[in-house]
Structure formats: structure tokens, C-alpha cells
């Protein structure tokens, strides 16, 4: 299966949706299809530093501060709103009564139950023994912030209960010569008004250097964590009123009974909260340490710094740096590899395969506006196809991230989501060159295409039949790779695109049409064309993306017929037919790339409803964009969808017209969409003045029978066969 994160934060996760659904090692939603663990453990390919982005508006960000997504974070970081933090025993230098560099052991609790120094308790040593004292703390709210340039503050009201943590010296004289300094200490912040405390805890969303520059998590420090001074009051501070101090039984030494003792009381809060940084660090790194592939971890981008396998119970291990013992950073995404040919079934060679690796990194930017982290991406082919040329293509220039709100629907979102136009080009040239897109179709898996089809528009052929209907194959050749242009999406007041959101550029495209003629393909002509085909995504109720196509009858352009020495027809003739032929495929290809609908996010407090797709950072001087962007908002689960799927009710009216295009009647102002024979859907088109729509596909030029789907706006449908 392909490999993800063990448990993604709810910063990135919504934002790996397209590629795998689903949390936990390997768990994978309808996105991850046909796709395999790397048999090298990690990818080791070109990575893209702007593949894409994630972004958490503030509007985002009030969401995750109410009840529900407070809720939903909790729920991760802390089960129930409680957090349970170890105070291990440890040796701490303090100048304490005037005595220099005296040397305390904090948390010196002796082995389980203990209550004399007989077994460890507070005598002077830090032993294996030594059980941590855990320490509760009750949650009462989050808040989330983000901040410039790179964090995000955890902002948590907590109320504290340590118990009794004991001290003591490691000289046995250090209580006025007389013996140890042995104390037992209280925290509880409910002694003292506010019954609460208040820390501030900054996540810094670092891009590791020496790891591939992945995002790398942690706590870089804890605000709020020091005792009250001069003109700050609790809860943002540790009120020392909270904090008793007392000579344990049996003690002779008289230090302890001081009830203000301030280096004491710095000494464990410092010692609790370097161990709740530990907690939440240590929680951190499930996130984001890398796991153990077969005993293996990656190689470091910098020369000298190796990473080794930590092992553990039941599990992978995990990746550490080298002598530092540091943490190092995986993937918080998905990587794996995928078969082409398993999707796009009969069309393309076995073997077409694809290694890719998203996940975030690369770039991060935080502001109280909110918080963008990129995605660092690549693709490559597992190996050249023999079916194309090898190319080779400069390095992208590294794109800034996108400014998401500049581009931003009127109503506000909370989340948004993009792919770089160079990963999508760079896709392309990947799947290219994998062998992907050399494309051959016969009627063993498309049963229309026969010479039958095409009698009344090449006369010509039936000499070479003797009358009869033979099978015809057709063969695309990517002579050069495609590349995607990311347009405004924007459509006008009656549903006409003005700007498509994505244009499919594919350049001196050839398409080789055959026919077995005496027991052998002869080959009739070649065609060659650049296509340029407009796409679309369609977004269906709250979670659901379906893909839409333009017109093809426009998409074909400067077609040049070549090799047609076999046939009669001139050569407009036989370029008229390109936009037939290559419909002659597509309802295979609608199969491989069937509407997506999005991983629902079990264990989280909230859904996702999607608002729409539009191009965000435009480029200067164009009408095109850097990116394709992808709008959301949060909706709590237990609400319905705002813009639930429209029920099939009434059905549509479609009557056929001189036995080529389908009239659809009683739309009143309504759009429509519609496929044929099962391809693509169409983008929405609108209704003349008299409620009407015309259907209108380059398939049902051909003879043969058809089925023709149509969508209405208010979720009426149409379903009409023919026979041409």
C-alpha cells in the first residue's frame, strides 16, 4: 500500500486529501487506487519545492477555535481534555541560601510506593529505580494563533495538580552543614485565585535543511511557564501562592519550612515545563519522525550527518540522526508507486509506471492572517517507455506561495488547497515518458470501432472490405509531452465558460488509424493535430469533485493529415474526422478519471464542504496563474451538508434531431451537463430563450447505437438511446 504518515496534525491532514485518504500507516481511501509501497522504501526522486500549498485562513483558524474544533484537536493531542505529564528524577544546579552551585535532585520519588530513603526516595541519587512522578493536567481551552514568521501558539487554560514532588541535595551537608536539604513541594493551581494558568506553547513549523527541507515540528518554547514578577499577574504567570513548599516528616533540616523560597519554586516549574516540551515533542515526533523502511532510513541531504533505526515494540522503529539522536523528519503526506495501465485498463502498455511523492515542506509562512505551508512534490517515471523519445526539460523555477487570499471567494474560507502548474506540467511530462500516453484502442475493448462507423464519412474503405465492417485500431503517438495551463475558472451569468480552469496543451499530436485488412493492421492515415482541450472541475454537493471536459469539435487544432495514400478522400475530409476518432476513446478514459469524492476524516470533530476551483496567483501580464486552487470551509459533522447532492426527481424531455446533436426542452433558465456514452461529463452550458439545450458530441456522428445523459441544475435528469 502506499505509505503515509503514522498520524497526520490537523494542519496538513485535510490537505493530502486528493492524494490518499484516510489516518494511520498505510490507510488508504478511494484516492490511493492501484497504488504500491515503494519497493526502495522512500522516493528518491526530483522534488519540486512549490508543488502546492495548504493554507489555514483566520477565518479557518476562528473555526478551529470553537467548540467543535477545539473538539477535534483535543481529541489528537490530549484524549478528553487530559494531559498526563512525567516529571523524571533529575539533577539540577541552583544557588540556593547563598550556596553556589548546589546540586538538587528534582522528582526523587524512589522506586513505586516508596516512602523512606531505604528505597530511593529523596535520597540524593537519580537511579532506575526512581519512578516519575506524573504530573495531570485538565485542560480547560485552546486557542490557536498563528504568528510571524513561522509558528502557531497554542494558547491552553489548564489547571495543574503535581502532588507531592520530592527534593533533595546531593551533599549530605547541605542544610547548614547538618545534613541534606530534603523538601517536598505542591502545585496545585486551584490554592490560589484564578483557579487556572495560562501557557502559551509555539509550534515552530520548521523546513529541515538537512532532510530533504521537509516540515519538521516542535515545541520551541512555553510562554507563561515562570513564576509572577514586577508587574505581571497570574494566569499568564505561575502565581507562587499555588506553590507549597514543606519539610517532609522525620527531617531535621529547617530550610524547607520557608514559605516563599523562589529559586526553589523556578526550579520546578522550569523542571515541569522542560518535561510537558518533552511530552509534546515526544507527541510531535509520532507525527513526524521518519519510519524504519526494512531496517533503513533516508540519506541526508548533507554531507556527514547519517540517520539510524531506532527500534521498538511492534513497530517499524523509527529514524534518528547519528550521534544527535535527533528526530528525523518524514513525510507528513503520501509516496508511492502506481501502474497507469491499472486505471486506463486496454489503453496503455503494462507497465506505465509512476513513483510520486507530496507531502509538506519546502516553504512556510505564518502571519495573524493565517498560515501557509507548502507541499514538496515530485513524480518521475519508473522507466523510459520505448513508445516516445526521451526528452529532457530545464529545472522549474521556484515559485513564491500562493497568496491565497488575495484570490479568495467573496464569502470567505477557511481552508484552501493548490497544486503548482509546474508539478501539473511536470506530471505530464512524467507520465509521458512512462509510456502512459501512447494510447491504442481496438474494438476488442471498444466494441464501435469497426469500419462500419465510419462508411458514410470514408466511402472509400469499403473497397478495400469488400462491403464488410472489419475492426479498426486506433494509436495515439505523444510525439511530445502535454503541459497544463491554469486559467481564472470563471463562467459566466448563464453558465458559458469565459476562462477555463485548466487547458490541456498537448502539441503535433499523432493519431495512427488502422484496419485489419488480410489478416494484418494496414495502416490508412496519420493525423496530426494539437490539442487543446479545455477541463474543469465540478464541484457536487459538499465533498465531491467530478471532472468535465469542453468542447472537442474546438479542441482540435492546425490538424495535417499525413501516410492516407491507401484512401480516396481528400485530406479536410479525413482532419474532419480527428474529433470523432478521438471520442471513440474517451469512454475509457472517463473511467480512469471518475468523479472523487473527498476521504471522510474519521476521529475529526468536522467535514469538509468544498466551495470551489479557480486559478490564485495570477502571472504579470497574462491571463493565466501559478496555481491551481482549491476553496473550502468546516462544517461541525454532526450538521447535513449545507448543499447536499440534488435528488433525481422529474426527468428531462430529450428528443433526437436529425440523428447527430439531442434537443433537451422545459429547461425554463437552467444549465445543463451531459456525456455520451458514458465519457466525460460536459461543463454546464445554459438554455436558449425557450427553455432548450442543444446536445452536440462528435460521437454521435458515427454509426451505431448511443446513450445520451443529461444533468439538470434543479437535479433532473434525462437518459436518451439512438440509432444512426
Known sequence: MVRTGKRFPWLVLVGVFAACGGMGGGGCGGGCAGFQQLPQGTYTGPRLDSAGAIRVSQQGFAYLNSDAGVATVLSVIAPGGTLRVPIPCSVQTSTLFGIPALQLVVGDEGSLLCTQESCGQMDGRCTMAD?????????????????????????????????????????????????????????????????????????????????????????????????????????????????????????????????????????????????????????????????????????????????????????????????????????????????????????????????????????VASSPQGTTIGLRGGVREVQPAACVAPKSRPAPVMLPLPDFDLDAPATGYDLAFSLSQQVLSETLYRVQQSGALCIEVGNETVAQLESGVLAALLPSLAKFTDNQSVPLRIAIRPVNPPTMVVGQGTVDMSGQIIDPLLTLDWPALEIDVYALLEDRYARLFTVQADLKLPLGLDVQGCDRLRPVVGNLMMAIQRPKVINSELLAENTAALEALVPQILSLAERQLAAGFPTFQLPDLQGFAFRIQLLRARGVGQIAGTTTYNHLGLYARLYPRTDACPVPLQAEEAALWLSSRDDTTVRVMGLGTQEISFRVDEGFWSVWQPADAFGQAVVQHPILKLRGRHVVEVRGADGRVGRLELEN
Request: glycine share 10%; charged share 20%; proline share 6%.
Open 131 to 363: 519512578e516519575p512522578r506524573e504530573v495531570v493536567i485538565n485542560i480547560t481551552s485552546l486557542r490557536f494563533t498563528p504568528k510571524s514568521p513561522d509558528l502557531i501558539e497554542a494558547r491552553i487554560s489548564a489547571t495543574l495538580q503535581t502532588g507531592l514532588i520530592h527534593i533533595s541535595s546531593v551533599s549530605r551537608n547541605a542544610c547548614l552543614f547538618t545534613g541534606p536539604i530534603k523538601c517536598s513541594v505542591d502545585f496545585d493551581t486551584a490554592r490560589a485565585a484564578p483557579a487556572f494558568t495560562e501557557l502559551g506553547l509555539n509550534i515552530k513549523l520548521a523546513i529541515d535543511t538537512r532532510w530533504d527541507r521537509l516540515l519538521a515540528l516542535e515545541v520551541a518554547d512555553v510562554e507563561g511557564s515562570t513564576t509572577c514578577t514586577g508587574g505581571a499577574s497570574p494566569p499568564t504567570c505561575i502565581d507562587g501562592n499555588d506553590i507549597v513548599l514543606a519539610r517532609p516528616p522525620g527531617t531535621n533540616c529547617s530550610l524547607c519550612t520557608i514559605t516563599n523560597i523562589g529559586p526553589v519554586k523556578n526550579l520546578i516549574i522550569g523542571q515541569l515545563t522542560d518535561s510537558l516540551q518533552k511530552q509534546l515533542n515526544k507527541a510531535l515526533a509520532e507525527v513526524n519522525c521518519a519510519k524504519c523502511s526494512n531496517g533503513m532510513c533516508p540519506m541526508s541531504t548533507q554531507a556527514g550527518i547519517t540517520s539510524m533505526c531506532v527500534p521498538e515494540d511492534g513497530g517499524p522503529g523509527t529514524c534518528a540522526e547519528s550521534g544527535s539522536g535527533r528526530c528525523v523528519p518524514g513525510l507528513i503526506g503520501v509516496e508511492g508507486r502506481a501502474d497507469v495501465s491499472t486505471a486506463l485498463q486496454g489503453l496503455v502498455p503494462r507497465g506505465s509506471e509512476l513513483e510520486l511523492a507530496f507531502g509538506a515542506g519546502g516553504l
